[in-house]
C-alpha cells in the first residue's frame, strides 16, 4: 500500500525558509513521480513543483519558481522541498502525492496524482 507522509511545516516569518519532507513507504519511489502541492483556506488545491520519477525533469508554479527547490533520495526513500524567500502568500497546508513513471512535463497539476498524503501547514507571518 502506497503512503506518504509530510513533515517540516511550522511557522515562518516572511523571508524565513522550510524543508519539508515527504516520506513514502509500500512502493518502488523510483518507479514514482512526487509532486508538492498546497492548499490556502477558501482556495482550490494547486500544484507547487514536481520532479519525475527518473529525477531528470522539475517543474514549479511560476509563484515559487526561484524560491522552492524539489529533490528526492531514494535511497531515503524521501523527496524535499525546500522553501526560501517565503512570503505570506505562501501560506497552506502543503500535501505530496505520487504518480507512476511520470515525467512532470509542464506546469505541475494535481490530475493523475494519488496516494496524497495527511498534509503539513505551513504558516508564513509577522
Known amino acids: 500500500q502506497l503512503q506518504l507522509v509530510e513533515s517540516g511545516g511550522g511557522l515562518v516569518q516572511p523571508g524565513g525558509s522550510l524543508r519539508l519532507s515527504c516520506a513514502t513507504s509500500?512502493?518502488?519511489?523510483?518507479?514514482?513521480?512526487i509532486g508538492w502541492f498546497r492548499q490556502a483556506p477558501g482556495k482550490e488545491r494547486e500544484g507547487v513543483s514536481c520532479i519525475s520519477y527518473s529525477g531528470s525533469t522539475t517543474n514549479y508554479a511560476d509563484s515559487v519558481k526561484g524560491r522552492f527547490t524539489i529533490s528526492r533520495d531514494n535511497a531515503k526513500n524521501t523527496v524535499y522541498l525546500q522553501m526560501n524567500s517565503l512570503k505570506p502568500e505562501d501560506t497552506a497546508v502543503y500535501y505530496c502525492a505520487a504518480r507512476f513513471l511520470y515525467s512532470c512535463t509542464g506546469n505541475p497539476t494535481v490530475q493523475g496524482f494519488g496516494s496524497w498524503g495527511q498534509g503539513t501547514q505551513v504558516t508564513v507571518s509577522s
Open positions: 509500500g512502493f518502488t519511489l523510483d518507479r514514482f513521480a
